[in-house]
């Protein structure tokens, strides 16, 4: 009886949990999908890795290489996943192996249903040696889908390969993407350390794109489409917007928006452009530190819209030690002229309790593209925003 009961307390200890502390800030890396789709090889992998130590992207945080969808070839006689031959000859061990060499960590991508969205061996009645093998090959993120799922419960699929993957043993980054539809936020916070919220991003910043049964959507539709949902993000649980478009087309205004947004959404900063032919200019924003700075924040806090006029608006995320992070953004096709008096709007984040009285205290600003202090509170902020363009501030309390 005695044996029973130590065998049982054993099995739960393994079973059962999610891996504490792995993202205490929003991950950080590249993840292959958004430019290169199916066409993903170890070679195209390996110099992504070489490009995002070289081009200064690990120097400002950036730490994870993850592929997504089509690396898959066929299971073996036991069942155990291999990896697609032809693409990845040297086996996805070897991979992993050399991306920890460069002192990054490696990530994979698999689907709840029986197939993947891209028809490869999904893990579902796998999930258990799907881990194993993750675990085997050294994998340290797995970004899990939602395609080809018919009947099955979100939070029980989800659940069974976060006991897959805690029961395999090696601490990995559980990436849900089921798109939002089962309200994940409301669920997930004990099960993935970051979950899709909505269905999957385009290269368009305002805007949607038809593909008959499904549609991508824009940097602002993403912005606006989940309303309420910041209160369930924090450290180790985070909303995700999706990965991002910089670099992939958009105009340096709009790609500047975009990243500034999802930092200050403290989402997952997962660059999706091809880091081997970037421009200076996609470099500067990507690599932008006191805009990371802003979405790596410790509190962990999601950003909100706190102002809006008739074609611009201003977003702010609380920071540690009392700072404020905000975002002017101008949604239209003009450029438009800010003229913000501090003095009239107090800032007030009642679901984390934080406040910002700038009548009663002032604070330092310092504009965090141009890199340069701009004066304090205590003066109108004036300024024109081009089209479809940012400016990001962080507030500082004089002392
Ligand atoms: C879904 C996901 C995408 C990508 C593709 C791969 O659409 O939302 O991010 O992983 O599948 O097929």
């Known amino acids: 009886m005695k044996k029973l009961l130590v065998l049982i307390l054993f099995t739960i200890s393994l079973f059962g949990q999610k891996f504490e502390n792995l993202a205490p800030t929003p991950p950080m890396g590249w993840n292959s999908w958004n430019k290169f789709a199916c066409n993903v090889d170890e070679k195209l992998i390996m110099e992504t890795a070489d490009a995002m130590v070289n081009c200064g992207m690990k120097d400002a945080g950036y730490e994870y290489v993850v592929i997504d969808d089509c690396?898959?070839?066929?299971?073996?006689?036991?069942?155990?996943i291999q990896p697609d031959p032809e693409r990845f000859p040297s086996g996805i061990k070897a991979l992993a192996d050399y991306i920890h060499s460069k002192g990054l960590k490696f990530g994979i991508y698999s689907d709840a249903?029986?197939?993947t969205c891209g028809g490869k061996p999904g893990s579902r009645g796998y999930e258990f040696q799907d881990a194993l093998q993750y675990a085997k090959w050294?994998?340290?993120y797995l970004k899990y889908d939602w395609c080809n799922t018919e009947g099955l419960n979100a939070k029980g699929a989800y659940l069974t390969m976060r006991d897959a993957l805690y029961s395999a043993g090696r601490p990995i980054v559980f990436r849900m993407c089921e798109w939002g539809q089962s309200e994940?936020?409301?669920w997930a916070k004990d099960i993935g350390h970051l979950w899709r919220t909505t269905g999957d991003i385009g290269v368009i910043f305002d805007g949607i794109e038809g593909h008959g049964s499904w549609n991508s959507l824009g940097v602002l539709q993403i912005l606006d489409l989940r309303k309420g949902i910041r209160k369930y993000a924090g450290p180790n649980h985070w909303n995700d917007p999706d990965m991002m478009e910089v670099g992939n087309g958009m105009t340096i205004s709009e790609d500047r928006s975009h990243f500034s947004l999802w930092c200050m959404l403290a989402a997952p900063l997962m660059a999706g452009n091809d880091l081997c032919d970037m421009d200076e200019a996609t470099i500067k924003i990507l690599t932008n530190k006191e805009v990371i700075a802003v979405n790596q924040d410790a509190l962990g806090i999601q950003g909100f819209?706190?102002?809006?006029?008739?074609?611009?608006?201003?977003?702010?995320?609380?920071?540690s030690n009392g700072?404020?992070?905000?975002?002017?953004?101008?949604?239209?096709?003009?450029?438009?002229?800010?003229?913000?008096?501090?003095h009239e709007y107090l800032i007030k984040d009642d679901e984390f309790g934080h406040q910002y009285f700038f009548n009663k205290k002032e604070y330092k600003i310092r504009d965090l593209w141009q890199k340069k202090d701009i004066g304090t509170t205590?003066?109108?902020f004036k300024a024109n925003l081009p089209?479809?363009?940012?400016?990001?501030v962080k507030l500082s309390p004089k002392k």
């Open 71 to 80: 690396w898959h070839g066929e299971r073996d006689s036991l069942g155990f």
């Open 113 to 115: 249903g029986w197939k």
């Open 378 to 380: 205590e003066k109108r």
């Open 387 to 392: 089209a479809h363009d940012v400016i990001v």
């Open 305 to 319: 819209k706190c102002f809006a006029k008739d074609n611009w608006e201003i977003w702010g995320k609380p920071l």
């Open 138 to 140: 050294g994998v340290d």
């Open 323 to 342: 700072e404020l992070a905000l975002c002017f953004l101008n949604r239209t096709l003009e450029t438009v002229k800010v003229d913000y008096d501090w």
């Open 184 to 186: 994940p936020w409301t």
